[in-house]
Every structure is written in structure tokens, then in C-alpha cells.
């Protein structure tokens, strides 16, 4: 079974689709054991294949329809996120640690105003400006399930200065932290000095590490005991951040926000 899900997870946004060797080398399996392991999803209707490759059928929706409708913290920030982006038009998420990755398990509906999109003057949160042909600002991939870089997110490093120091020091130990733009944070040193800032401030603003043109702000979600189980962020343009509304008006809607889900996750 933990071949099988392997081969499963060796589908991604790089590799959408897959032969018996591409799978055997992402995997260590040999190539006669990836394609009787993907011969065995695509009977269980878990891949589509051409007789030569393979690639995710919407069968495999169903483990992240099961945990959605399931687990509660995405159930509890679902109402918080959508009243959020009503507010400010911002995109909303909520995100969990995983591995070398940070996983979306909530995100706000996405809002739309007659003749375009709402923008947003810098001023205040409160004042909506109607701009024909606005374009809403949205991270690539950011959809329900994706799996982002902790070490260039907001959110990642929003939940590596909620981890114990020698965890931390552990997860960083040796790890490759890949450059995704001219902007990313490759030097653990330099990392381990912002995640160590993080922890100071409680709010993480990252601009355009993980990809060129996004900024992000991310606080953390705790429970009733104060353990992190969450990181909540918003998604915004430069203009913004750089007007001080983020500081200004944002970062307190999203700690006001994060301590009314305190009881709930």
C-alpha cells in the first residue's frame, strides 16, 4: 500500500503525467513495480491512462472530500475566511504543516463586483473603490490542497516559529531551500534569523519569495491550550503593502480573526 501511494504521490504540478519509468525514478521503485502499481490505480480508477501514460482521474477527489467535510478546522475558519474576504476583498486562506510544505485546507470564496472587481483605494478597509477591469490579485495555485514551500510562505514560516526550537533546528538541518525567485530566502542561517523575528512579532509579511508579483501576511491559529494548529493569511498587492494599510488594518483583522477561532479549532 505505501508503494502504491507513492506512485499516487508522484503526480504533480511538474509531472502531470507519467510513464512506468518517470514513475519508477520519482519513486526508488523499479520500473516493473511502478507500472504493476499503476496499473493496479488506473483498474481502481484512481489514474486515466493512453496505454502508455498515466495521469490523476477526479476519483482521487475523493480523500480530500472526505477530509474537508470531515476535519473540523477547515469546517470552523470556512465562516471566518468568507466573512474576511467581504470585508477587504482580500484572498483569504488557512494552512497546516506538512513535511517541507505548507497545505491550504481552507480558503475564502472568491468575490466579485458588478463591472469588474472591487479594488481597493489603500486607505481603508472599509471603503471600497469600483474600478472597471480590476483584477483581483491571486497566487498561482492557490486552491484547496496545494502544497506550498515553507521556507518562502508567510504561512510556512508562521509554523516553523510556532515549532520548539530543537524541532526546528531539526527540520532545518540539511534541508535544501530551493530558490522560486530572485527573492527567496536560500540561507538557513538567514531563515533561521527571520522564523527567530516571527516568533518575536507573531505575524510573518513575505513579498514575492515565493512567487514575483505576490505578497503575503500570516498569523498564527491557536487553540484554547496555545498550540499552533494553523496559519491564517491574506494574499495582497505591493500598492497595499507598501501604503501601510496591511500593518495599519489588515494584521489586526487577522489576529482579531485568529483569536475568535481560538475556541473553535
Given at each position: 500500500?505505501?508503494?502504491g501511494?507513492?506512485?499516487?504521490e508522484?503526480?504533480?504540478t511538474?509531472?502531470?503525467?507519467?510513464?512506468?519509468t518517470?514513475?519508477a525514478?520519482?519513486?526508488?521503485l523499479?520500473?516493473?513495480?511502478?507500472?504493476?502499481?499503476?496499473?493496479?490505480?488506473?483498474?481502481?480508477?484512481y489514474?486515466?491512462s493512453?496505454?502508455?501514460?498515466?495521469?490523476?482521474?477526479?476519483?482521487?477527489?475523493?480523500?480530500s472530500?472526505?477530509?474537508?467535510?470531515?476535519?473540523?478546522?477547515?469546517?470552523a475558519?470556512?465562516?471566518?475566511?468568507?466573512?474576511?474576504?467581504?470585508?477587504?476583498?482580500?484572498?483569504?486562506?488557512?494552512?497546516?504543516l506538512e513535511g517541507?510544505?505548507?497545505?491550504?485546507?481552507?480558503?475564502?470564496?472568491?468575490?466579485?463586483?458588478?463591472?469588474?472587481?472591487?479594488?481597493?483605494?489603500?486607505?481603508?478597509?472599509g471603503?471600497?473603490?469600483?474600478?472597471?477591469?480590476?483584477?483581483?490579485l491571486?497566487?498561482?495555485?492557490?486552491?484547496?490542497?496545494?502544497?506550498?514551500?515553507?521556507?518562502?510562505?508567510?504561512?510556512?514560516?508562521?509554523?516553523l516559529?510556532?515549532?520548539p526550537?530543537?524541532?526546528?533546528?531539526?527540520?532545518?538541518?540539511?534541508?535544501?531551500?530551493?530558490?522560486l525567485t530572485?527573492?527567496?530566502?536560500?540561507?538557513?542561517?538567514?531563515?533561521?534569523?527571520?522564523?527567530?523575528?516571527v516568533?518575536?512579532?507573531?505575524?510573518?509579511?513575505?513579498?514575492?519569495?515565493?512567487?514575483?508579483?505576490?505578497?503575503?501576511?500570516?498569523?498564527?491559529?491557536?487553540?484554547m491550550?496555545?498550540?499552533?494548529?494553523?496559519?491564517?493569511?491574506?494574499?495582497?498587492?505591493?500598492?497595499?503593502l507598501?501604503?501601510?494599510?496591511?500593518?495599519?488594518?489588515l494584521?489586526?483583522?487577522?489576529?482579531?480573526?485568529a483569536?475568535?477561532?481560538?475556541p473553535?479549532?
Amino acid at each position: 500500500m505505501a508503494k502504491g501511494m507513492a506512485v499516487l504521490e508522484s503526480f504533480d504540478t511538474d509531472r502531470q503525467r507519467l510513464n512506468a519509468t518517470l514513475a519508477a525514478q520519482r519513486t526508488g521503485l523499479t520500473r516493473a513495480a511502478a507500472r504493476r502499481h499503476l496499473l493496479t490505480l488506473a483498474h481502481l480508477g484512481y489514474l486515466d491512462s493512453d496505454g502508455s501514460y498515466f495521469w490523476l482521474s477526479p476519483k482521487v477527489l475523493r480523500f480530500s472530500g472526505s477530509y474537508l467535510a470531515s476535519a473540523r478546522l477547515p469546517r470552523a475558519v470556512q465562516p471566518v475566511l468568507n466573512r474576511l474576504a467581504a470585508q477587504s476583498r482580500d484572498a483569504f486562506s488557512v494552512a497546516v504543516l506538512e513535511g517541507d510544505s505548507v497545505v491550504i485546507v481552507a480558503r475564502s470564496v472568491s468575490l466579485a463586483a458588478s463591472n469588474g472587481a472591487l479594488d481597493w483605494d489603500g486607505s481603508s478597509l472599509g471603503q471600497p473603490v469600483p474600478r472597471v477591469q480590476a483584477v483581483r490579485l491571486l497566487a498561482h495555485g492557490l486552491h484547496l490542497g496545494a502544497r506550498l514551500p515553507v521556507h518562502a510562505t508567510s504561512t510556512g514560516r508562521v509554523l516553523l516559529a510556532a515549532l520548539p526550537r530543537p524541532a526546528f533546528t531539526a527540520w532545518l538541518k540539511g534541508r535544501d531551500l530551493p530558490r522560486l525567485t530572485p527573492h527567496t530566502v536560500t540561507e538557513p542561517q538567514a531563515l533561521r534569523q527571520i522564523v527567530a523575528a516571527v516568533r518575536q512579532a507573531d505575524h510573518c509579511i513575505a513579498s514575492e519569495e515565493h512567487e514575483l508579483g505576490v505578497h503575503a501576511v500570516a498569523v498564527p491559529v491557536r487553540n484554547m491550550a496555545g498550540a499552533t494548529v494553523a496559519a491564517l493569511n491574506a494574499v495582497v498587492s505591493q500598492q497595499r503593502l507598501q501604503s501601510g494599510v496591511v500593518q495599519r488594518e489588515l494584521l489586526p483583522l487577522l489576529q482579531d480573526a485568529a483569536r475568535e477561532l481560538r475556541p473553535q479549532v
